[in-house]
Structure formats: C-alpha cells, structure tokens
C-alpha cells in the first residue's frame, strides 16, 4: 500500500495505477482469516476512486469500477442516482470532452446488468424504459455524427446500435412480449432496408419526415416483412401515392424545442441530491404517448366492431367488464417486491421422499396428497393451454387488416404493436455494412444460421456471452466449407437444443405445426431480403441454409430447388457453387458434387486469384479425402493411381482446371471414371510444393501489409486460411503427417490469436489430424512405406491451445471428448474443464454456457456422477459468475433436478432463478407447470404466480387457483 501511496502521488495521470491499486486491496481478502475486513476494505477502495476521479474524471475503466464498489457497499437506490449522473455526463460530454467517450457498449451493458440485478424494484417496464433510455441518447448521438459527415465513427456506432437493439428485443421475448420483439424489428428492418425516396430537404428534417411517414405505413397495418404479401414500406408508398409535402412542413416546424441545461456532473461527489433528470421528461413522455396512442386504438376496433355487430359489441363489452373486475380481486402481496419472500424458511424433511414422477392416484389418501393431485392436474392444464398461447401469437396482430385476430387484440392488448412502441429507436443507418449487419441479426433472432452476425462482432460481446448460440453455431459455420471430421452426435445434439432455446417460444422440434408457420415467415423475409439486396451472397447462402434446416426429407430437395435458382441468377458466385455441391454431398450424390466442382473449378481457373477461388479447391480437396482416402500409388502412375485430392492441388499449384471425372457408358450402365492426368513425378512433385509454398507466403505478406484487413469475427475469413489447408494438404499426400503439422504451426505463429483467421485455421489444423487419427494408415504418394496414425499426443496438444484459446467452439470440444473416449486416462477430461471453468474474469470465453453445459454432458456418462454435476450447475450460476443469467444452464439445472427427484432443492433452485433472471418467462413457466409445480404448496404456486405478474412477467392464461 505504501508503494501504490507514492507511485500514484509521483504518475497520477496513469489511470492503469489507480485501478491495479483499487485491485491490490482485494489481495488481503484472500489472507485466511480476512472476510471480517470486507467492509473497511470496501470504503478503502471507494476513497481510492474518489481521487483517481478527481485526475480521470472521464475515464470510464475508473467509472464503472468505481460504480462496481458502490454496488456493493450502497443501497440499489443511492446506487441508481450515480448511474443516472454518470449517464447524463458522459451523454453531455462526448464530443465536447476530448477524454470523453461517451456511452460506449461497455457502459450499456454495467448499466443493464445493475438494473436486471435489482430484484426488489425490477419491473419489465422499467427496463424497458431503461433500454430505450440508452437507445434515444446514443440515436441522438449518431444522428450528430451522420450530420457532421465523422465517417470513422458511424460504422463502429451503428454496429454498437444495432447490438443495444438486439439486446433490447431479445430481453422484450425471453419477458413473453414475443409480438412486440416481432414487430420492432420487422419496423427496423423496413426503416432502413425498404426506405422510400424522400424529396430533397433540410438533412435536419429528413430523419423525422421518414418517421412520420413510417407511422402512416405501419397504422395502415399493410403487410410488413414476413408476412403473407409484404412488399416494402418504400412499394406501399408508390401504390398509395403518399405525399411527403406536408410532411415536411410538420416537421420544419416542430424540429426546434427548448430542452433545459442539466446540472453538472461532480465526479468528487457523486451522490449529491439530483435536481434535474432529463430522462424523466423523456419517460414521462414516452408513457403518455403510448397510453394515449394504445387507448385510442383500443376504442377503435370497439367502435368498427360496435358498428358490425351491436349484440356481439356488448357481450364484448360484459366481457371486459368482467375481466376488469376479476382484475380488481386479484390479491397483490404486499411483500412481493421483498427478496427475502421468496426464500423458504426451512426444507422439509420429508420434501425429499416425494415421488414427482408417481401418479396423484398413488400418493397416500391423505388432505396434501388430495390438494397435490389438484395442483399437478390444475397446473398441467394451465401450461398446456400456455404453451399453445405462445406458440400461436408470436407475430403482430393486425386486427383491422386481418378481422379474425380482432377478438384476441381486444382481449389481449399486447397482441397489437403500435407504432409508439418503438418510435424511440427508429434509426437510418448511414453505412451499408450497417444495414445488412441488422439485417443478419434479424435472421439470428429466428434462428437462422447466419455465418457473419452482430452478435459476433467485438461491440456484440454481450450478446456472445448471454446467446451462445448466436456466437458457436455461426462461428463454427463460417467459410461455408465441409470437414472431414464429423461432430459427435452428442454435442451436436447440445448444440442444436442450445440454438432452438434461443428461438421463438414454441418454435420446437415437438411442434412441427408452429416450426411450419415460423418457416413459412422466415421464407417471405427472405424473399424480400434478396430482392433488397439480390448480390449479396451472405443473404443467399443463409437463406438456402436455413431452407436446408427446416424442410422435410423430399425429392428434390427444396434447398436444392432454390440454391439452383439462386446459381442461376448469379452464375459467377463461387461461394453459391460450393454450397450447392454440398448439398449434393450431402444428399449421397457424390458424382453431381464432383460435377459441380469441376464447373466450379474451372470458372475459377479462367479468373484465378478471386476473392474464394481457394475455399473452392480446399471444399473439393475434403470431400475427395473423406470419400476415397489416399489410395497408394501403383507401378503405373496413371489416373487410377493418383489421388483426386492430390490433383486438385497440382491443378491449383500449376495454374489451368481439367475435369477430374468423365462419364462412360450409356443408359444404366453409365459410370463415372477419372480422366488422363500427367505422371506424378518427384520433380513435378517438388515444382509444385514450391509454387504452393511462394502463394501461401504471397497471401500471409498481404495479410500482414493490408491495414484495411478486417480481422474481427463479423468479417469472412481470408484467402490465407484456405490456403494454407491446401499446401497442409498437399505436404499430407505427398511427404507424411509431420511436414503438414510444420505448415499449420508456422501460419499459426504470424496470424493473431482470437482472430477468425486463426480460429479457422487451427481448426483445420485439428481437422487434419482427426482424420489422420482414422484406423487406415495410408503411404504417402511417391513413398512406399505406409503413414502411421496422428500420435494421440499431437491431436491433445494442439487440442489444448485450441481450447484454452477458444473454449467455447463446440468443434474443437467434440474432438477433444472423442479422442479421450480412447484413452486410459479418465481424469484428464475432468482437469481439463476444472481447469477451463475457473479461469479469471477477464477470460470471459472460458465461462461461457457452452464450457459448462458440454463439461457436464461429459459427466453424465460416468456413473455415481450426480454430486460432481451438481457442483458443476451450482459453481456455473453463482451470483459472481458472468453465466449465472444463462436461461439454458438454469433450464437444465431445473430439469435436472426434477428428474433426481429432490423436491427441497428443486423448490430452492426455483427460488434463485427466478430471482437471478426475474425477466425470463422459461423460468416461471416452468415453476408453474407440472411436474415441478408438484413441489410447492397451493399458496407457493399463487404466491409465485402473483410475483411473475408484479414484475410483469407476460402470461397469456390466468391460472386458476381454486381448490380442486
């Protein structure tokens, strides 16, 4: 402490030395003994904030460090004053401070992250309110930069937007308001991709004339993107001849308000009273509007149904008389918002001999038993009707356009999505990359598997950690090349039922009928998308890959069908060959797949060094070793004897294509046979290693010399990667396993690790050795003595840097759990995820849900392993671990629970997941639904029920509580 004293006297301006000696107080936590002292040691570190914000007063890492402690030693209430502060300052000082950066991802998300954490006042409507708090401020700070003409800035901000957005609408469905997720983002998607022209104007008044004329569109209820005959905002605009005159006009007058200057922030003393909140006016306003806009749609549709029917307008109007009745006999507990409620004072002991999966008829006749059979027959009835609710009223209502959902507008309000709703966040984005990036999160948000989304990017690292399945399935997708080492079915089983948690309620495998409508309106998005944007490849691939998800084993196939017509429109698209290949592939036809390749090989050859000419010849090169293998050579060296994969890679080295294969024959007796090739001699072997090894340090110089070189997980992989797995390759067919392994290690060594780049290439690296561990030995070309398997040592090795780099790539845990299924060593899977679960917080890739869920399906196989997974669920959702809001591991942990019978800690888990994620609908579905319901009491069902409503948790159905 001395030290730190006189260092920071002597270098106050280094903001890194105030936060290490803040970090230096918790070292004497850890002494034994110590825990007395956490509170002294707390104040100690507020004093040390105190002064570091006197010299930094801007710099955010001292910030939210500083709001950290506070959280811990403050009341919620006085800790939410210097958040409301800290955000209006940081909001006022950017661009007028140069320290200053404003309200940065990082800052969103402590923000958010205090919110969610404060159970006693959390309300899904406060956080609404906090989500579009921090979407106006930084709206209004981008549409400043689009005016200024900053273009450094706008992409990095946009994208920064574009994942707050996604955060927002993700938090708006896992609450249950499925319809207005579904409408905010169709109206985003339409506000920025199918934008009408806008006669010239005042740039200043463009943004709000677009707004008001969207508000017409989206109050016509015509079609919006998905639905059934959706055409665009900007076709609805020419069909109905809307004018954007007065519009204009409108706008010109009420651009300029008085908006009153705001105290200034005092970082030394930041819990000073607040005498002024600008964000109070906004939400004020913000509620009004949408009371005001919600009540006079509400007395529309009675008025247009009143007009049709007088008889049916008043046994609606008795109806709601009497819903609102019932409403007002709803008993509300006063304690509800107390946290200390909803822990149970003491486990009965006689909890844990309940039978959950016994039938009601076998309890003993006694007054619980009797009531229990109620509840579970009550609670079973509740959750089916439920789940039928929430799979069916997923998409908006449009009630005056589509009469037959007006019933269920007026019942149930939340059903319609009114243009209010999501005034606040409309933005038109500047930058292209933008646009289509929104529009990749859009598909995301459906579950379809996108290989380049937001959510992957550096500023959607939020969203990486909360959804992995927007982060491990499109990663390990990316390139769109195939293996040659397949996943095992177990994790590819996890990995599935990860990304389906993640998508409409509903929309599951059990449901074929809800998965057919959820298809159906992804195909419309598509079909708008692509005619928005018909070149972009990114769009066309996801849209043939998601056909390829959803459709029914048929013949043809429809991903087929439409990866052709999209080939067709687009005849020089390497990328849409390649896929179409694939599937081929994939269906078992492996001689159309060589077909395709040879067409596809041989445009590439007449326009070499194309931007994916070599993720070509690498997707032919694995197929043909996962096909054929490496037969040996013969005495002959002709066609027969020359492997494809290693002519591929000839043809690749010595420039100019020529099909590989040919048909013979005729009628059913027709075959396909390997064409004449040139011998392979030693010398011609030796050219090409050579012409291979100058392109690939060709590409790795451009790589390294390009500043321009988008390296982050968002952007597609480089020429680089495949480049290298084709000269790996060829040293693999040509000179044995350990020259490929020296290829792979020395492009390791010169691409920066955490890249997508590296991260492909290393696994191709493992992909390599995967199949070189395959029990067929086969000789190099141009040797005669036979290759040995990959030593398990190797593929461990590179497993363990692949892991401890990338923990959470499901590929690279698939191999490392297959190929210790073979070894002697039992324990070595079981240190390895002790290992990787308890790396410090700043490896955040280590805690994610993936780890966890993939370390305990490793144990679930061992027997006598159920005290070991539990441990495992209870370290991965402690309060202090970042995995603890993870909705799949609580899910798991419950069904876990249920499934070993252990009511007391069932009861108990429910109790702290509905505390840790109050926001999660899943979780108190499933508290209410059978047979976990069967653990709780009549007034612990009713009591939960009531609390889910008080934070207004969104329930389709009123349960009913009544005794049996």
């Given at each position: 402490?001395?030290?730190?004293?006189?260092?920071?006297?002597?270098?106050?301006?280094?903001?890194?030395?105030?936060?290490?000696?803040?970090?230096?107080?918790?070292?004497?936590?850890?002494?034994?003994?110590?825990?007395?002292?956490?509170?002294?040691?707390?104040?100690?570190?507020?004093?040390?904030?105190?002064?570091?914000?006197?010299?930094?007063?801007?710099?955010?890492?001292?910030?939210?460090?500083?709001?950290?402690?506070?959280?811990?030693?403050?009341?919620?209430?006085?800790?939410?004053?210097?958040?409301?502060?800290?955000?209006?300052?940081?909001?006022?000082?950017?661009?007028?401070?140069?320290?200053?950066?404003?309200?940065?991802?990082?800052?969103?998300?402590?923000?958010?992250?205090?919110?969610?954490?404060?159970?006693?006042?959390?309300?899904?409507?406060?956080?609404?309110?906090?989500?579009?708090?921090?979407?106006?401020?930084?709206?209004?700070?981008?549409?400043?930069?689009?005016?200024?003409?900053?273009?450094?800035?706008?992409?990095?901000?946009?994208?920064?937007?574009?994942a707050l957005v996604v955060d927002w609408l993700r938090f708006e469905r896992q609450a249950g308001y499925t319809e207005r997720a579904v409408g905010s983002f169709q109206a985003l998607v339409e506000f920025n991709c199918f934008p009408p022209e806008v006669p010239r104007s005042d740039p200043a008044y463009e943004h709000e004339v677009l707004v008001r004329a969207f508000e017409a569109f989206w109050d016509s209820e015509a079609p919006r993107l998905g639905d059934e005959g959706a055409r665009g905002w900007s076709a609805w605009v020419k069909e109905t001849g809307y004018s954007f005159v007065d519009v204009a006009r409108h706008a010109s007058h009420d651009a300029d308000s008085a908006v009153p200057v705001p105290v200034p922030y005092d970082p030394l003393n930041p819990t000073s009273p607040l005498e002024y909140f600008p964000e109070d006016d906004e939400e004020d306003a913000i509620i009004a509007r949408m009371r005001e806009e919600r009540e006079r749609y509400e007395k529309r549709l009675l008025d247009e149904d009143n007009s049709d029917d007088e008889d049916e307008g008043d046994d609606n109007d008795?109806?709601?008389?009497?819903?609102?009745?019932?409403?007002?006999?709803?008993?509300?507990?006063?304690?509800?918002?107390?946290?200390?409620?909803?822990?149970?004072?003491?486990?009965?002991?006689?909890?844990?001999?309940?039978?959950?999966?016994?039938?009601?008829?076998?309890?003993?006749p006694g007054d619980e038993a009797l009531h229990a059979a109620?509840?579970?027959?009550?609670?079973?009835?509740?959750?089916?009707?439920?789940?039928?609710?929430?799979?069916e009223t997923w998409v908006p209502a449009r009630p005056v356009a589509d009469p037959t959902t007006a019933e269920q507008a007026l019942q149930d309000p939340e059903r319609v999505v009114l243009f209010q709703d999501f005034k606040d966040v409309l933005l038109k984005l500047s930058d292209e990359e933008s646009r289509v990036a929104l529009v990749q999160a859009f598909l995301d948000f459906f579950g379809v598997p996108v290989r380049c989304v937001v959510g992957a990017s550096v500023l959607g690292l939020a969203l990486m950690e909360r959804y992995p399945s927007c982060h491990t399935l499109a990663r390990s997708r990316m390139g769109g090349v195939e293996t040659i080492f397949t996943l095992d079915d177990s994790i590819q089983a996890l990995a599935r039922n990860m990304h389906t948690l993640m998508t409409i309620p509903g929309d599951t495998p059990d449901t074929p009928a809800v998965k057919a409508g959820h298809a159906s309106f992804v195909r419309r998005a598509f079909g708008l998308l692509l005619s928005a944007y018909p070149t972009h490849t990114e769009l066309a691939l996801a849209s043939v890959d998601y056909e390829a998800y959803v459709s029914a084993p048929a013949e043809p196939s429809p991903a087929l069908v439409l990866s052709k017509t999209l080939l067709q429109n687009d005849r020089g698209n390497l990328l849409l060959w390649c896929q179409y290949a694939m599937l081929e592939r994939q269906a078992g036809k492996i001689v159309e797949a060589r077909k395709i390749y040879d067409s596809a090989l041989a445009l590439a050859a007449a326009t070499p060094n194309t931007q994916h000419d070599l993720l070509v010849y690498y997707a032919y090169v694995a197929m043909e070793m996962a096909e054929?293998?490496?037969?040996?050579?013969?005495?002959?060296?002709?066609?027969?004897?020359?492997?494809?994969?290693?002519?591929?890679?000839?043809?690749?080295?010595?420039?100019?294509?020529?099909?590989?294969?040919?048909?013979?024959?005729?009628?059913?007796?027709?075959?396909?046979?390997?064409?004449?090739?040139?011998?392979?001699?030693?010398?011609?072997?030796?050219?090409?290693?050579?012409?291979?090894?100058?392109?690939?340090?060709?590409?790795?110089?451009?790589?390294?010399?390009?500043?321009?070189?988008?390296?982050?997980?968002?952007?597609?992989?480089?020429?680089?990667?495949?480049?290298?797995?084709?000269?790996?390759?060829?040293?693999?067919?040509?000179?044995?396993?350990?020259?490929?392994?020296?290829?792979?290690?020395?492009?390791?060594?010169?691409?920066?690790?955490?890249?997508?780049?590296?991260?492909?290439?290393?696994?191709?690296?493992?992909?390599?050795?995967?199949?070189?561990?395959?029990?067929?030995?086969?000789?190099?070309?141009?040797t005669r003595t036979r290759q040995s398997s990959a030593p398990p040592y190797v593929l461990r090795d590179v497993l363990y840097k692949a892991l401890r780099q990338y923990p959470d790539n499901t590929l690279f845990l698939s191999a490392f759990i297959k190929s210790e299924a073979h070894s002697h060593v039992s324990d070595r899977v079981r240190r390895f995820f002790d290992e990787i679960t308890t790396l410090p917080n700043d490896a955040l890739d280590g805690r994610a849900p993936t780890v966890w869920l993939v370390g305990i399906l490793s144990e679930a196989t061992r027997a006598s392993a159920s005290h070991r997974i539990t441990a495992m669920f209870e370290r991965a959702l402690a309060a202090e671990n970042p995995v603890s809001t993870s909705l799949v591991l609580w899910k798991q942990y419950l069904e876990y629970l249920c499934a070993r019978r252990q009511p007391g800690a069932l009861k108990d888990a429910v109790y702290r997941a509905v505390r840790r994620m109050p926001w999660a609908k899943a979780l108190w579905t499933m508290a209410l639904s059978p047979p976990i319901a069967a653990a709780f009491s009549e007034q612990e069902l009713k009591d939960l029920y009531t609390l889910a409503q008080d934070k207004e948790v969104r329930l389709h159905v009123v349960m009913d509580m009544s005794p049996p």
């Open positions: 402490t001395r030290e730190f004293n006189h260092l920071t006297t002597a270098r106050p301006e280094d903001a890194k030395l105030w936060l290490e000696f803040a970090e230096f107080q918790d070292e004497f936590l850890r002494l034994p003994g110590r825990a007395k002292h956490r509170v002294p040691l707390q104040e100690k570190k507020l004093a040390i904030f105190h002064k570091a914000l006197g010299h930094h007063p801007h710099d955010q890492d001292i910030i939210l460090a500083y709001l950290k402690v506070c959280g811990q030693v403050w009341t919620p209430d006085r800790v939410m004053g210097v958040w409301r502060q800290v955000l209006d300052a940081l909001h006022r000082s950017e661009g007028r401070v140069r320290e200053s950066r404003g309200l940065t991802p990082d800052v969103c998300r402590a923000y958010l992250a205090f919110c969610k954490a404060n159970f006693a006042t959390f309300s899904v409507s406060a956080m609404r309110l906090a989500f579009l708090e921090l979407l106006t401020k930084s709206g209004t700070r981008l549409r400043e930069l689009q005016l200024s003409g900053a273009d450094s800035e706008i992409r990095e901000r946009e994208q920064a937007y574009i008795a109806r709601d008389d009497e819903m609102a009745t019932d409403e007002s006999r709803q008993d509300v507990d006063p304690n509800a918002n107390n946290p200390d409620v909803l822990l149970p004072v003491k486990l009965e002991e006689e909890d844990h001999d309940v039978d959950l999966d016994m039938p009601p008829a076998l309890y003993e109620g509840v579970r027959g009550d609670a079973a009835r509740w959750a089916a009707e439920e789940a039928r609710m929430t799979g054929t293998g490496s037969p040996a050579p013969s005495a002959d060296p002709g066609a027969a004897s020359v492997p494809a994969a290693l002519r591929i890679l000839l043809a690749l080295a010595e420039g100019g294509f020529s099909p590989l294969y040919t048909m013979r024959g005729k009628g059913k007796s027709r075959e396909q046979v390997a064409t004449p090739c040139p011998p392979v001699t030693p010398i011609r072997l030796v050219k090409a290693r050579k012409l291979l090894e100058n392109k690939l340090l060709a590409e790795l110089a451009i790589t390294a010399a390009d500043t321009y070189v988008d390296q982050s997980r968002a952007a597609p992989p480089s020429r680089v990667v495949f480049m290298t797995a084709c000269q790996a390759s060829f040293e693999y067919l040509t000179q044995g396993l350990a020259r490929a392994c020296q290829v792979y290690d020395e492009t390791l060594k010169r691409l920066t690790p955490g890249t997508l780049d590296h991260e492909l290439v290393t696994h191709m690296y493992v992909d390599l050795l995967s199949y070189a561990s395959s029990p067929s030995p086969r000789p190099a070309v141009g």
